[in-house]
C-alpha cells in the first residue's frame, strides 16, 4: 500500500500529460485547432452554406432594383395592307385611303413607381433579414462541422491510445509467455499455462488489428471533413491535454443564459418571428393603391391614327401620374391577412419550442460533462487499484500462491481500466464542446 502515491504520480505523468509535452509534440502532428482552421477552408459543406450566404446578399441587391424605374425602347417595322375607312356602313363601298405600303415606329416608355404600400421598401427588409438568417445558419453549420470533426479527432485520438496500450501489453505478454515456457521446462507450471498465455496474446493482436483498421478509417472521416484527399497521411499527437477541471469553468445558470441570448438555432427561430411580421405588413399593403409616373414617346410612320391621315412621321407622348387600386383585394386580403398572422403565431410558438428544447439540451450537456468529470477521476482510482492488484498476484503467481487464471484476469482488468480511463478522458473533450456548441459559444 505505500506504493500507491508513487504509482498516483506515475499514472497522471502518464494519462494527464503536461502542456510541455504537448508543446514537444511534432510540427508534423495535427491539433485540434489546426484541423478546425483548414476545415473552415476546405470544408465542401462550409463552402455550400457560403454559396448560399452569397445569394442571400444578392437577393438584397435584386430587391434594391425593383425600386429603379422600368424604362425600355421599342421598335417595329411592318407592311401595311390597304386603309379601308366604310364611312357608309361595313357593307358598303370603302374608301380607299392612300397610305405608304410599310410603317415603322419606335419610341420608349418609362414607369416609375412613387408609392405601393411600401411594398418594396419592405421587401428589402424582408430580404436583409433572410441574409441575416443565412448569416446565423452558416454559423450553426460551421459549429456543428467543428463538432463533427472533434469526434472523428478524439475517436481517432481514442483509438491511437488503445493501440498504444496494445502494443505495450502484447510486449509484456510476450516477456511474460517466455517466462512462463522456462518455468514449465523445470516443472514448476503447468502446460496449461502455457496455452492460457499462448491464446490471450492472439486475443491482444487481434485486437490490434482491429484497432489498426478503426484507425485508418477515422483518419479518412476526418480527411474527408477537412477537404482534403481521403488517402492523405494525417497524424495527431496522442499526448492530449485532459483538463479535469474543464468540467468547473462556468455554472449551469450561466451556459443557460449564454444560449438563450447567442445560440445560433434560437437567433434562427427569432429572426422567423422578424420575416412573419413584415409577411403580415405585405398583406395590408394590398390594401393599399398603387400610384406610378409614367411617360411614353413614339415616333410612327405613317400618321393613320388620327384625322387627317399622312404619310409623314410623327412623334407623340405623354407624361403624367397615374393610381391604380385593386377593389378585389378588399375581399380577396382579408384571408390573406389571417394567414400571415397564422404563420407568425406558429413562428412565436415555434421559438418558445426551442427555448425549451435548448434549455433542456444545455442541461443534459451539463451534466454529462459532470458525470464525464466523474468517470476520469473514477478511471484513474481504478487503474491505481489494479495497477497494484496485478503487481502483487503477479509476484505470487512466480512463487507459486496464486493461478495463472487470477494473474490472466487482473491483466485484462487493468488493460479494461486504461481504456475505460480514454473513454472518460474523450467523453470529458466531448461534453465540453457540445456545451459550448448549444451556447453557440464554440
Keep these: 500500500m505505500k506504493q500507491y502515491p508513487f504509482l498516483t504520480i506515475a499514472l497522471i505523468g502518464n494519462l494527464f500529460l503536461t502542456q510541455a509535452s504537448f508543446a514537444q509534440a511534432p510540427d508534423s502532428s495535427w491539433t485540434l485547432e489546426k484541423i478546425w482552421d483548414l476545415a473552415a477552408k476546405q470544408n465542401r459543406q462550409l463552402h455550400l452554406a457560403d454559396l448560399s450566404v452569397q445569394e442571400s446578399r444578392t437577393s438584397i441587391q435584386e430587391a434594391r432594383d425593383k425600386l429603379l424605374p422600368d424604362l425600355a425602347v421599342s421598335g417595329n417595322y411592318a407592311l401595311n395592307s390597304k386603309f379601308l375607312i366604310y364611312d357608309n356602313g ?139 484527399n481521403e488517402t492523405e497521411p494525417l497524424e495527431i499527437s496522442i499526448q492530449e491535454i485532459v483538463n479535469l477541471e474543464a468540467g468547473n469553468r462556468a455554472a449551469y445558470a450561466s451556459y443557460q443564459a449564454e444560449a438563450l441570448s447567442q445560440s445560433p438555432e434560437f437567433k434562427i ?113 481504478n487503474i491505481i487499484q489494479t495497477t497494484e492488484t496485478v503487481r502483487v498476484i503477479r509476484n505470487s503467481y512466480l512463487n507459486q500462491e496464486s493461478l495463472l487464471t487470477d494473474l490472466l484476469d487482473a491483466e485484462n482488468i487493468l488493460l479494461e481500466s486504461k481504456f475505460n480511463l480514454t473513454q472518460a478522458q474523450v467523453n470529458l473533450k466531448l461534453s465540453h464542446i457540445k456545451l459550448l456548441l448549444i451556447t453557440g459559444a464554440l
Design 90 to 228: 361595313l357593307f358598303s363601298k370603302p374608301q380607299d385611303v392612300p397610305v405608304s405600303s410599310y410603317g415603322y415606329g419606335f419610341g420608349y416608355s418609362l414607369d416609375f413607381n412613387i408609392y405601393n404600400g411600401g411594398r418594396d421598401k419592405r421587401n428589402i427588409h424582408i430580404k436583409q433579414e433572410e441574409q441575416q438568417r443565412k448569416q446565423v445558419e452558416f454559423e450553426l453549420q460551421h459549429d456543428n462541422i467543428k463538432f463533427a470533426i472533434a469526434m472523428v479527432y478524439y475517436e481517432l485520438y481514442k483509438y491511437l491510445r488503445y493501440h498504444e496500450f496494445l502494443q505495450t501489453e502484447i510486449k509484456t505478454e510476450k516477456q511474460q509467455l517466455s517466462s512462463i515456457q522456462s518455468l514449465h521446462k523445470n516443472g514448476v507450471v503447468l502446460k496449461s499455462d502455457v496455452l492460457r498465455t499462448s491464446v490471450k496474446l492472439s486475443q491482444l493482436e487481434l485486437s490490434l488489428s482491429d484497432v489498426e483498421k478503426k484507425v485508418v478509417l477515422a483518419k479518412q472521416r476526418l480527411n474527408i471533413l477537412i477537404g482534403r
Design 269 to 381: 427561430t427569432q429572426s422567423d418571428i422578424k420575416i412573419s411580421e413584415l409577411q403580415i405588413k405585405q398583406a395590408k399593403s394590398t390594401l393599399q393603391p398603387k400610384i406610378y409616373l409614367y411617360s411614353h414617346y413614339n415616333y410612327t410612320y405613317p400618321q393613320v391614327s388620327f384625322y387627317p391621315y399622312s404619310n409623314d412621321p410623327w412623334g407623340y407622348g405623354q407624361t403624367g401620374i397615374k393610381m391604380q387600386f385593386a377593389l378585389d383585394n378588399l375581399y380577396k386580403s382579408k384571408h390573406t391577412i389571417a394567414h400571415a398572422r397564422n404563420l407568425s403565431e406558429q413562428q412565436k410558438e415555434k421559438t418558445n419550442i426551442k427555448k425549451d428544447e435548448i434549455s433542456f439540451r444545455v442541461k443534459e450537456a451539463y451534466l454529462q460533462q459532470q458525470q464525464a468529470l466523474e468517470s476520469v477521476t473514477t478511471a484513474t482510482d
